[in-house]
């Protein structure tokens, strides 16, 4: 199957083979030997020196994780929301008591990092910023590095939804100095989902202490104490982890940059193919990402069905859209462990699909 979805993404041959391992005690030395391995190299891809968590859990737990470690009910926080996810966040943090202000852009349209500075400008009281770096609903990428020198002059605590950018496209999380940064192991990681990779900084875990959110499962506290051990507080999803230590090698061994030009080869491959097709993209060009592309279905052509031909009769997987644009949009991934050629075989598929389409719907185009 050609899984050309923005999460899950598809594993390396040597990361399937990892997952098929017997078990271990989770609390034994070989176990301990792979998280401490697993964590360092972690630590180097995500660019931090600071703590590294692996909670398991998916993406979301993670967001969750954030909002429960860091806040607490009645906290004053700015959610500034480009689609889908963004949204999902400010939910998350409203759910635990928080008071939260949302800076909303169209879909489509990345964050402008001086309507954050303003509204930081007019409210002190602020005091947490919630921002997602890439919105896999939209196929956009905010520019976080312009963000986080606007969150971090005024002082805020930032907490960064990075699922489906960091080990893709560059984040720098302590240069930047970014709080918090979650991301999940179903996107770039080469990893099957259940897990969540957080990152905490000094200034995080000091608003940590701080919180009076009620949490248990997620405490970092109770996390980062079994970090030191090699260990974790609960069961953890030991395959995902095994699956992990393989794909975060693989990267290590790739390089960041190269990671990165390959996703920017294989993200302007995509779009330059759509647009021939004379397909619609949804992101502003300026800020299109290099993970995920959405793009317009034709007019009078039937997006489901198109999504069910191309799964059903060329064995290709994209998605289709997220909230109000779900029945318009289509995505395809092109993230973790993928190619040129992966994608124009996905996309080769669909040109012949919407060729027939079109075809059938001569009335209209
Ligand atoms: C940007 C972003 N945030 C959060 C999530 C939620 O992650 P999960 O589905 O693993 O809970 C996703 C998943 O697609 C995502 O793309």
């Known amino acids: 199957m050609n899984l050309r979805t923005p999460g899950p993404t598809p594993l390396p041959e040597p990361v399937r ?19 401490r391995e697993t964590v360092q190299i972690l630590k180097e891809l995500f660019r931090t020196q600071h703590d590294l968590l692996i909670l398991t859990g998916s993406g979301t737990g993670g967001l969750e994780a954030a909002a429960v470690n860091m806040l607490s009910p009645g906290d004053k926080v700015l959610a500034v929301s480009i689609g889908y996810f963004g949204d999902r966040f400010a939910r998350i943090a409203e759910a635990f008591g928080a008071q939260v202000r949302r800076l909303s852009f169209p879909w489509g349209q990345a964050a402008d990092p001086e309507q954050v500075r303003a509204a930081l400008a007019e409210d002190p009281d602020l005091g947490v910023v919630l921002v997602t770096h890439n919105d896999t609903s939209t196929g956009v990428t905010n520019d976080l590095e312009a963000l986080t020198r606007v969150v971090k002059g005024a002082g805020r605590l930032l907490l960064v939804d990075a699922v489906s950018s960091i080990g893709s496209v560059p984040l720098e999380t302590d240069a930047w100095g970014c709080d918090v940064v ?25 608003a940590h202490r701080r919180a009076r959110t009620p949490r248990f499962y997620w405490d970092f506290t109770a996390h980062a104490k079994q970090v030191e051990r090699g260990s ?3 069961t953890p999803a030991v395959s995902a982890i095994y699956g992990l230590n393989v794909a975060v090698k693989l990267m290590q061994a790739e390089g960041l940059e190269a990671i990165f030009a390959r ?15 004379g397909l619609r993209l949804l992101a ?11 793009f317009f279905a034709p007019e009078g052509v039937d997006q489901k069905r198109v999504l069910r031909r191309l799964r059903e009769e060329r064995d290709v997987v994209l998605a289709g859209g997220q909230g109000h644009l779900e029945a318009t949009l289509m995505r395809i991934g092109h993230m973790g462990y993928v190619d040129v050629p992966a994608v124009k075989a996905a996309l080769d598929a669909l040109a012949d699909v919407l ?8 009335a209209v185009r």
């Open 284 to 294: 502003d060009e300026r800020h299109a990402s290099n993970t995920v592309t959405a």
């Open 355 to 362: 060729a027939q389409e079109r075809a059938a719907a001569p």
């Open 232 to 234: 974790t507080p609960w």
């Open 17 to 35: 083979q990892a997952l098929a391992r017997d078990m271990v005690n989770h609390r034994g030395p070989e176990f301990a030997a792979l998280m």
């Open 263 to 277: 996703h920017r080869r294989v993200a302007d491959y995509a779009r330059g193919r759509l647009r021939e097709l």
């Open 182 to 206: 979650i991301t999940g192991s179903q996107k770039s990681w080469m990893t099957p989902p259940g897990l969540a990779l957080v990152s905490v900084s000094p200034a995080a875990w000091e």
